[in-house]
């Protein structure tokens, strides 16, 4: 059974560019969140999909937006990007609203 | 606003030590709480969580937690740590009533010395 898998792994942009990561939820999970790690910080919580929708979000400028897929996997879309989007981006899916998020590996963002 | 604190940033053990990370909340109302490792290397992983009941609760690898209300604190125990604990512990915490947006704690790291 796949946990949750995100890409890509890596990814280097420069400033000003668009950039969009990739999610897929563990198996029999419909709902995803997404977070960002700062280097030596918690997680931060961007925003969650569920049904389709966002659902929840935490603050994050309009810059950064999302998708979710009628299979339930999800983009994260974060443009005009700035140095300080650099981080670990990471995607937690669970079985509904309700239940504990179980997490992906992350992407690690660079900004330049 | 919710906060989560986690009072070690960086906690060093010799093996069979006992553990204890501290963490405290701030939330008025009732909250789901969790913490999550993340071993060297690896994703985020669920080690325990509490939703009702039972104050105490067990995770995985012989780790427990106890939730005080009265305290807003939720601290992780280990009796007796491995070198294999090496890692990043994060403390979470959610509304029971908006279930999307976990909260996390800036992390404890653990180092276990063999």
């Known amino acids: 059974d796949a946990g949750v898998t995100q890409s890509p792994t890596h990814l280097i942009k420069t400033r000003g560019q668009q950039v969009t990561l990739r999610c897929s939820p563990k198996?029999?999970?419909?709902?995803v969140s997404w977070y960002q790690q700062a280097l030596g910080q918690g997680p931060q919580f961007i925003f969650q999909y569920y049904e389709e929708e966002e659902r929840q979000r935490g603050n994050f400028p309009d810059r950064f937006s999302g998708h979710q897929f009628p299979n339930y996997s999800s983009e994260l879309n974060v443009n005009a990007l700035l140095l300080g989007d650099s981080a670990l981006y990471l995607c937690?899916?669970?079985?509904?609203?309700?239940?504990?998020?179980?997490f992906g590996p992350g992407t690690r963002l660079t900004v330049t | 606003a919710q906060s989560v604190s986690q009072h070690n940033h960086h906690v060093i053990l010799s093996e069979a030590a006992s553990l204890e990370l501290g963490c405290n909340y701030s939330?008025?109302?009732?909250?789901?709480l969790f913490w999550y490792v993340q071993y060297p290397g690896q994703h985020l992983q669920l080690l325990l969580k509490?939703?009702?009941?039972?104050?105490l609760v067990k995770g995985i690898k012989g780790f427990e937690a106890e939730f005080i209300k009265s305290k807003f604190s939720f601290n992780l125990r280990k009796p007796s740590v491995q070198w294999s604990d090496t890692a990043e512990y994060f403390c979470a915490v959610r509304s029971s009533s908006n279930t999307g947006k976990l909260i996390f704690g800036q992390g404890t790291t653990l180092q276990v010395k063999p």
């Open positions: 937690a899916s669970s079985p509904a609203l309700v239940y504990e998020q179980y």
């Open positions: 509490y939703f009702s009941g039972d104050p």
């Open positions: 939330y008025g109302g009732t909250v789901n």
């Open positions: 198996s029999g999970h419909d709902t």
